[in-house]
Every structure is written in C-alpha cells, then in structure tokens.
C-alpha cells in the first residue's frame, strides 16, 4: 500500500479483554516496529520485526503482551487480559530493513486503545 | 546508555519568525539522528535525518537541523515559521548495540506558531 496502516483506529475495551491491533507495512518493507505513545511515558518502543523473526522483543512491558508477523507482511500486537495502564496510542512503523541505520522508518496513524 | 533529551516542553513563536527546537542526544559511537513531527490524531511524519556528511541537514517543509558533535545537539530550525507548522516535535536516535535498530524517542516538543 501507499503507507503504513493500522487497525482499528479506535479500540474501547473493558479491563480483562483480550485486544488485537492489527499493522499492515509498507509494501516491500521486510522491517515492522511497534511502539507506544503514552502521556506518562512517551514515545517508547516495544518490539520490531525482520522478516517473521523478532530479534528484540525487549520493549514488551509484560508477558500479556505478544506479536507476530507473518507472511513478511502484516504484523498483530495482542494484549492479553487489558489492565487501565495499556490505555495508551500504538504505533506501527516500516522501513526498507532493519540493517542499514539510514533507512527511515515511516510511522501509521497509530491505534489508540482505551481500557475502562 | 542512549537517550535524547528535549529540554523545551513547549515553544511559541510568532509566525514569520525563525524557530528553534532544541535535542541534545548521548550515544557511544556515530550517532544517527532523526527528527519527526506528529499533527493531531495522526501518526509521526519522518521531516529529516543527520547519518553522515555535512552538519546542515534539509528536510522537508523547509525544516532543517543543525548537527553539532562538540556539544552533542540536533536542534531543528526553519528560517519563517508558519501556522500550519504547530504541532508536536520528536527527536530521535537509533539505538546501538545487540540486534536492534529501535529509535529512542525525546519527550517531544509542543510548537505553537501564533498569526
């Protein structure tokens, strides 16, 4: 596609849920990147992907969180049992790969999840 | 440790006059420098990037950024400011070490461009 996509764009969820944000990348990205936009933390990253292989998942706050990538293509970032405090924008990215420092990530619109 | 830091919650500025906002960064080896800029309800848009070569980097909106290794500063600059450049600013730097190339994120910076 044009640019990264994200869905859905709103998620209102009850506490205990389970959620699932969906990030399609760019066409011929092989790199994925997830992070969360939170008004107590910022910017912070939680995973990326080269390929369907996940080399740093050090970002993920706690075992509820997981992802995946298949297909080299659309990426799925699950929360499991949603508390309050993952009430926050998730971001997806893209870039050519995960190698060569100058390639850009380009950045969807982000899914914006709130737990009540 | 990496880490950015943007040291301006905040800046105003009238329009049709030059603008400034501040990064300074802390790295171990090259750094690799990005600056991108996020409007209401969307996601982050990429405006420029500092990885090798001369210390004045152009981007896009009339946007450029400063690279300056002594004092470890990215600040980003546009010489008239516009309305329409209000928004929220992030500094970034990609991570080294281990098998990453996450970027670690400033706290942003709100830019508030009045007419």
């Known amino acids: 596609g044009a640019g990264v996509s994200q869905s859905p764009s709103n998620k209102v969820t009850e506490k205990g849920k389970d959620v699932e944000l969906r990030c399609d990348p760019i066409?011929?990205?092989?790199?994925l990147y997830w992070y969360r936009q939170s008004l107590g933390q910022g910017l912070e990253f939680l995973i990326y992907?080269?390929?369907?292989?996940?080399?740093?998942k050090s970002g993920l706050p706690s075992d509820r969180f997981s992802a995946e990538r298949t297909g080299g293509s659309v990426s799925t970032l699950t929360i499991q049992r949603t508390q309050q405090e993952d009430s926050a924008v998730y971001l997806c990215?893209?870039?050519?790969?995960?190698?060569?420092?100058?390639?850009?990530?380009?950045f969807g619109a982000g899914t914006r999840l709130s737990v009540l | 440790a990496q880490s950015v830091a943007q040291p301006e919650d905040q800046v105003n500025v009238a329009e049709g006059n030059p603008l400034t906002v501040k990064c300074t960064y802390s790295?171990?080896?090259?750094?690799?420098l990005f600056w991108y800029v996020q409007y209401p309800n969307r996601g982050l848009q990429f405006l420029l990037k500092?990885?090798?070569?001369?210390?004045l980097v152009k981007g896009s909106y009339g946007f450029e950024a400063e690279f300056n290794k002594s004092q470890t500063s990215f600040h980003l600059k546009k010489p008239s400011a516009l309305v329409s450049d209000s928004a929220l600013y992030f500094c970034?730097?990609?991570?080294?070490?281990?098998?990453?190339?996450?970027?670690?994120f400033g706290t942003g910076t709100l830019l508030a461009v009045q007419p």
């Open positions: 992907f080269q390929g369907n292989s996940a080399p740093d």
């Open positions: 790295v171990s080896g090259n750094p690799y």
């Open positions: 970034a730097v990609r991570a080294y070490g281990g098998a990453t190339n996450k970027l670690i």
């Open positions: 066409s011929g990205h092989t790199a």
């Open positions: 990215a893209s870039s050519l790969d995960a190698y060569l420092a100058k390639n850009i990530q380009y």
């Open positions: 500092y990885i090798t070569g001369d210390n």
